[in-house]
């Protein structure tokens, strides 16, 4: 198969995920303990063990952009973010992301990035979150601050993540889905930190730091 045909039946993000597990192999994945800008991750919900995740799925109330689930699956390719800096001001690839840091999440398969705003979820009554924008950019909703208990984020920290422009925490609290995304949980923002606002990385690739000068190109 050419280049030209897997990239059209794969799409660039998707491409570009594959290349990055590619150079990744061998190089150590233990030596380095934080969460990098540039960084490609799937995010648990330790309280209910479900993956953050997205899809070309729309809800049929509030704002109708692209859900934002939870799944049980470990091996689900929607459930991969990359961790960009917020806009109009990059991170450095393979920067350690500090705590209290305001961050992007880009969903990979679709381009679109973790988003809320004053919507009412579907199915809790609590703040609809939502994937939102065009390969990659969306507005100042799509940013996150990192809360996390030391100076950076670090792989196997519980971390929360609160919303910069209406102040919720990236929530699940059990409610599931019916057709067509059966027994896939609500993701939703809510007002205060609790057990349901807990998140830690899981599978991904994690870009390692640049020795090279100071470049904000995220990737």
Not at 145 to 170: I, N, P
Not at 192 to 201: L, R
Request: glycine share 10%.
């Amino acid at each position: 198969m050419s280049f030209i045909l897997v990239l059209h039946e794969y799409g660039f993000m998707k491409l570009l995920f594959v290349l990055l597990c590619v150079l990744s192999q061998g190089e150590g994945s233990d030596e380095f303990n934080y969460v990098t800008c540039g960084s490609v991750v799937k995010l648990l919900n330790t309280r209910h063990n479900v993956r953050l995740h997205s899809h070309d799925v729309k809800y049929g109330s509030g704002s109708g952009q692209q859900s934002v689930t939870g799944v049980e699956a470990a091996d689900d390719a929607n459930s991969y973010w990359r961790i960009r800096g917020k806009p109009n001001n990059a991170c450095q690839r393979g920067a350690p992301i500090k705590c209290g840091q305001t961050i992007r999440l880009t969903h990979m398969s679709t381009g679109r990035n973790l988003h809320s705003h004053h919507f009412v979820s579907p199915l809790s009554g609590n703040q609809e979150v939502s994937a939102f924008g065009e390969s990659g950019e969306g507005d100042d909703l799509d940013v996150w601050a990192v809360q996390c208990s030391g100076t950076y984020w670090e792989r196997d920290d519980d971390v929360r993540f609160k919303h910069s422009g209406t102040d919720v925490f990236l929530s699940i609290t059990g409610e599931q889905y019916g057709h067509p995304i059966r027994g896939q949980k609500e993701v939703h923002g809510m007002q205060g930190p609790n057990s349901n606002s807990q998140w830690k990385t899981m599978e991904g690739v994690f870009i390692k730091p640049s020795t090279e000068p100071l470049r904000h190109d995220e990737l």
